[in-house]
């Protein structure tokens, strides 16, 4: 029921999800645009916020089944605003910079992943992504495209085990490791975290040190928390960072006031079912910042005396299995597993007994023997 085929409870869920998912986004208004411009200031900024969109409900289109046990997709991209769950409405005003951030009618895609069909330890894992294998924005291994999309994994998930995934919202694969156990709804899951490590600078971590593609800007890569994403975005000066600079070195929010980063409302993590694989519940939590530094021929920036990399906005995007997948889940799976449990105990105290019961007979039998 785990590869991706049609038939398997995978295969169903894996086309459609039927989890509702929620992408909320928190703009950071800027209180103090002339100041900054004139005096080079501290921006000030206020978070307001969120304004949430349902997403994720296109099923997957393009589904080719390929002879080589993969299967191609693309993942529709679709947005629809929930005006119930935001604060105001799309029309509110903020001062931002300029940032053009479309979503509705774009696609994600062309993916190739393996079905699980000839190796189950391979289901979902990405072969290629547009055709390619590596992604053509990092140096070495960086540039590696490796794991799932993180909506599943795998079957017989371990606490030891690393969760790989690639993410195309931050041009990169990136991982998690396993906290703790949860029960959700019934059911039990390994709920998995990115740890602080996976941002940290090469210094600390020297896996990241091909995630370093400039100098100035990362203190000479001493800079931890932040992540150039320009050669993925046009050679636009985009940041990605986990939210209110979480995770981050001093000197990267230090130009910021207004940040509050908090480790339970601003980290990532998934809930993993570990018998099959899937995440049934997650957090995605990623901030958008620009950098912004002095340029002459423009006025704005004309007198500006240092740079900064300035928040745009975070997006927290949610999904929980819903009360009725839930259910199917348990009976389907979680309860099939139980009673299997339950068969294997009630099998080992039989054998137990037996094994007792003849022990005790080929006693009395010997005793009888020596009388």
């Not at 099923?59 to 629809?80: C, H, M, R, W, Y």
């Not at 409405?89 to 009618?105: C, H, I, M, P, W």
Request: with cysteine; glycine share 6%; hydrophobic share 35%.
């Amino acid at each position: 029921q785990c590869v991706i085929e049609e038939g398997t409870i995978a295969y169903k869920n894996w086309v459609k999800t039927g989890t509702e998912v929620y992408r909320q986004f928190w703009i950071f208004d800027v209180q103090n645009p002339e100041e900054v411009m004139v005096n080079s200031t501290n921006i000030k900024v206020k978070q307001r916020g969120p304004y949430t969109y349902r997403v994720r409900y296109l099923a997957k289109e393009n589904l080719t089944q390929n002879a080589d046990n993969t299967v191609s997709f693309v993942q529709p991209n679709g947005a629809i605003f929930e005006r119930g769950l935001s604060v105001g409405s799309e029309d509110d005003s903020f001062t931002v910079l300029n940032l053009a951030v479309a979503y509705n009618n774009t696609v994600d895609g062309v993916y190739k992943v393996f079905s699980g069909k000839d190796d189950i330890s391979k289901v979902a894992i990405i072969d290629t992504y547009k055709d390619k294998k590596n992604l053509s924005y990092w140096p070495g291994y960086c540039d590696m495209i490796n794991g799932t999309d993180a909506a599943s994994f795998p079957p017989f998930v371990e606490k030891t085990r690393i969760l790989r995934f690639f993410s195309s919202d931050i041009c990169r694969s990136i991982y998690a490791e396993f906290e703790t156990e949860i029960n959700l709804k019934g059911i039990p899951v390994y709920r998995f975290v990115l740890p602080s490590k996976a941002f940290a600078s090469p210094v600390v971590n020297p896996d990241n040190d091909c995630f370093c593609t400039e100098k100035v800007i990362s203190n000479n890569c001493t800079s931890a928390g932040v992540l150039d994403i320009s050669s993925c975005k046009g050679k636009k000066p985009v940041y990605i960072s986990l939210p209110h600079f979480l995770h981050a070195s001093p000197d990267v929010p230090e130009p910021i006031d207004g940040l509050n980063p908090n480790e339970e409302e601003h980290r990532t993590y998934l809930d993993v079912e570990p018998i099959t694989g899937f995440t049934l519940q997650f957090a995605k939590r990623l901030q958008v910042n620009i950098l912004v530094k002095p340029v002459k021929k423009i006025e704005t920036l004309s007198k500006l005396k240092r740079h900064y990399i300035v928040p745009i906005l975070w997006l927290n995007e949610t999904g929980t299995i819903g009360d009725e997948k839930a259910e199917m889940f348990r009976k389907q799976v979680t309860g099939k597993i139980n009673l299997l449990g339950m068969v294997e105990m009630v099998l080992l105290a039989v054998g137990l007994v037996t094994f007792v019961a003849s022990m005790i007979a080929y006693c009395v039998c010997r005793s009888k023997k020596i009388k």
